[in-house]
């Protein structure tokens, strides 16, 4: 029961996809079981395998720095995840919906130094 | 511990790392100073001019072995930078400089230029360059930085992959595209970082992907215009691994139809990755090419049951048709990512009253095998570092026997096995003396704890599932330089570095032996008794193969690109490593060349032709 009305919560209060700006904020921010559900889909979705599974980078970026190519506000992030990135980061929004990508922002919001 | 932690550091406060003489070493006596520890010797076909280095390992048989002997032991501690030469590229620089006449040639991590240089006049100044362009979404495809690992020069022309899985040939004289071919799809996965290998009309490349879920090949294609002369893929049906009646392995269970698909469950082969993307080598009188394969995908071995052939094995190819004639599977179903990919050593032994022709190969699992190359047997199989995943390699079944601690387990961490996914060597490649009979190579010292992920295929991203914690080995100190004696298997040497050995290596006819390290030291060591005889600090680490050669002074240089990278990135957090960097250092004894004496004194605008001193004359 309270999956579910944690689950219809977020729908709730997801922007869709083509609304995020870099300006967006997490509407999942400071919810741990967003950042639970980030931390799942970050080695489900092979995150892991270039980012490593502690966020500090190996074949991709450190997540954990103050450094963020293409931005480090939630919005930005959201938008690095879902388009990808020119330089090999691949695109996922037609393989995460915006909220699963909203908890892998929080994740990786919980994280940061 | 503590004891030993101080004396380790006074070593390295006097400056000289200090060699630890094996067990091997002839009953404690000074090292023979001109006879062979071993009798192992090699084919230097196709015998170069001994001032030229027109391939990656100078030779077929890969032994990075140069006759020349005007620096040597007497003159070595006064070699000094000639001239140095920065390509502005930050990833990993790994591959070795290619002499070819008067003309240097260079070429860069991503993007992939390539540099002449001009060794005729002082500062070695650029003839042209080539940008290839490549596709900047391969950034993201390769597993472990964005590297090179070489580059080749046939039929006047300088041919190398590119990171976006294109192979491109450029005219050496004039720095024009010649041909340009594109062998597989960046997005899903491959790409390109494997030093392409000519042998007559032919080059051979290879794909990299062992992390992205690829399916490896490698293919000849034709010098003159790049189609492909045969491609064999790694894994999947006998037909698309060029696997027929040719083939003829040594042991029983690698014989049988169709192992590529049936050692896997049902379809995995086909994300399998299995990519050769490390060194080939060419024996001109068996006409076969020889080369590794790379650990199966995904890295966690749970979700694939069964030997999956022919990830981390090698293969013997007829070199025109491409016809499997043996192969040998060092790991099978390899549980910790130890790649098979490293350089296969071609040497001629004495074993058991004959004669031998035999590869050497230090794999990732840290056994160095000695192999018959005629038809696959393993002769030798001993450990060159620290392992502890197999109890030893059964010579009569070819197959490890595997410690029941080493394996892995899903969620769970499993503590200390050695060695981790990088091997107790890397593809750094090893160099070989025929004067000495020994190998020299780099090596790692370290552990790790392994906790595995169940993975799910995604085209493009990675295929992996491994997270570990590396950690440095007995005595604290990640790497070490070694001679190793294939014949008996055993080290006569061995210099403890701070950092993982990750550089190539270069022996000489005067017995000297370079290596560089992580920590930026370029060292020259006698390859008898493994004293260091020179060292001098570069501006980055080193992760490339060094060379020398002759220039057109008639003079030995010494060359070698600081820009530490690549794989090598594993430590980028422990002290001592150093940031990434793109020079290349050029050296000659007191550091006297084309560019110096009188022509030092002069601007080269419209100056007269370059005044050269002669060899041997220090300027003043």
Redesign the interface.
């Known amino acids: 029961m309270k999956r579910i009305t944690f689950a219809l919560a977020m729908i709730a209060a997801s922007p869709a996809l083509g609304q995020v700006t870099a300006d967006t904020p997490n509407p999942l921010a400071g919810k741990a079981d967003a950042a639970d559900a980030g931390h799942a889909l970050f080695g489900k979705m092979n995150c892991a395998g270039c980012h490593a599974y502690d966020l500090t980078g190996g074949m991709g970026p450190d997540l954990t720095d103050a450094s963020w190519q293409y931005g480090g506000k939630p919005g930005e992030i959201f938008h690095t995840i879902a388009e990808g990135t020119p330089r090999g980061m691949p695109a996922w929004k037609d393989k995460m919906t915006a909220d699963e990508i909203w908890q892998v922002v929080a994740y990786i919001q919980s994280k940061k130094q | 511990m503590v004891v030993r932690k101080i004396l380790f550091g006074a070593a390295l406060l006097c400056g000289a790392a200090l060699p630890v003489l094996g067990a091997g070493a002839p009953g404690g006596e000074a090292a023979p100073q001109n006879k062979s520890f071993t009798g192992a010797i090699a084919n230097l076909a196709p015998g170069d001019a001994a001032g030229q280095w027109t391939r990656q390992a100078r030779d077929y048989a890969n032994t990075r072995y140069s006759p020349l002997t005007q620096i040597n032991k007497k003159n070595v501690g006064r070699l000094r930078i000639a001239w140095t030469f920065s390509d502005g590229q930050m990833y990993g620089h790994e591959g070795a400089p290619l002499v070819v006449g008067d003309t240097m040639f260079l070429v860069t991590p991503f993007p992939n230029i390539a540099y002449a240089l001009d060794l005729s006049k002082p500062g070695a100044p650029i003839k042209w360059v080539f940008q290839p362009n490549p596709d900047?979404?391969?950034?993201?495809?390769?597993?472990?930085d964005r590297v090179l690992r070489g580059w080749a020069y046939a039929d006047g022309k300088l041919i190398y992959n590119l990171l976006d899985d294109h192979t491109v040939a450029v005219d050496a004289s004039t720095g024009k595209e010649v041909w340009r071919v594109l062998l597989d799809d960046v997005s899903k996965g491959p790409t390109m970082t494997q030093a392409a290998f000519t042998v007559g009309d032919k080059v051979y490349v290879g794909s990299s992907g062992g992390?992205l879920g690829t399916n490896g090949w490698f293919q000849a294609l034709d010098v003159k215009d790049g189609h492909t002369v045969w491609k064999a893929f790694t894994n999947g049906p006998d037909s698309g691994a060029l696997i027929g009646d040719d083939f003829k392995p040594f042991y029983p269970w690698m014989k049988g139809k169709d192992l590529g698909v049936s050692t896997w469950p049902k379809d995995m082969w086909k994300q399998g990755a299995s990519a050769p993307w490390g060194w080939v080598s060419y024996d001109p009188d068996l006409n076969e090419v020889y080369y590794g394969t790379s650990n199966p995908g995904p890295r966690t071995p749970s979700q694939r049951p069964g030997l999956n052939l022919w990830s981390s094995a090698v293969f013997a190819r007829d070199a025109n048709s491409g016809a499997a004639k043996w192969a040998y599977q060092f790991t099978p179903h390899d549980e910790w990512d130890y790649d098979g990919v490293n350089e296969n050593v071609l040497l001629d032994i004495p074993w058991k009253g004959a004669k031998r022709k035999v590869m050497v190969h230090f794999n990732r699992n840290g056994f160095a095998y000695t192999i018959d190359r005629a038809n696959g047997e393993v002769l030798v199989a001993e450990p060159f570092g620290l392992q502890n995943w197999a109890k030893k390699i059964d010579l009569a079944t070819g197959m490890p026997i595997v410690n029941d601690a080493a394996h892995p387990i899903v969620e769970k961490k499993v503590e200390n096995i050695c060695p981790p996914d990088i091997g107790v060597k890397n593809w750094n490649p090893s160099a070989f003396s025929p004067r000495t009979g020994l190998l020299y190579a780099g090596v790692f010292n370290s552990c790790m704890d392994l906790?595995n992920?169940i993975?799910?295929y995604?085209p493009?991203?990675?295929?992996?599932?491994m997270?570990m914690v590396r950690h440095a080995g007995p005595g604290g100190n990640w790497g070490e330089f070694i001679a190793w004696d294939p014949v008996a298997g055993k080290r006569i040497w061995s210099i403890k570095e701070n950092l993982y050995v990750w550089s190539g290596a270069v022996v000489t006819g005067s017995d000297l032996v370079f290596y560089g390290t992580m920590d930026g030291w370029f060292r020259a060591v006698d390859a008898r008794s493994g004293k260091v005889l020179w060292s001098q600090k570069l501006g980055s680490g080193i992760t490339a193969a060094p060379m020398t050669f002759l220039g057109p002074d008639k003079r030995q240089y010494v060359a070698v690109y600081a820009g530490v990278g690549g794989g090598a990135?594993?430590l980028r957090r422990e002290k001592g490593f150093m940031p990434g960097g793109n020079t290349l250092y050029v050296f000659s004894v007191d550091g006297t060349g084309i560019g110096t004496g009188a022509s030092q004194l002069v601007s080269h605008a419209g100056a007269a032709a370059p005044v050269s001193v002669p060899p041997g004359t220090a300027h003043n």
């Not at chain 2, 900047?136 to 472990?144: L, S």
């Not at chain 2, 493009?460 to 599932?465: H, I, L, S």
Request: proline share 4%.
């Open positions: 900047p979404r391969a950034i993201g495809e390769a597993c472990c992390e906790t992920h993975v799910q995604i493009g991203a990675t295929y992996d599932g997270e990135g594993v």
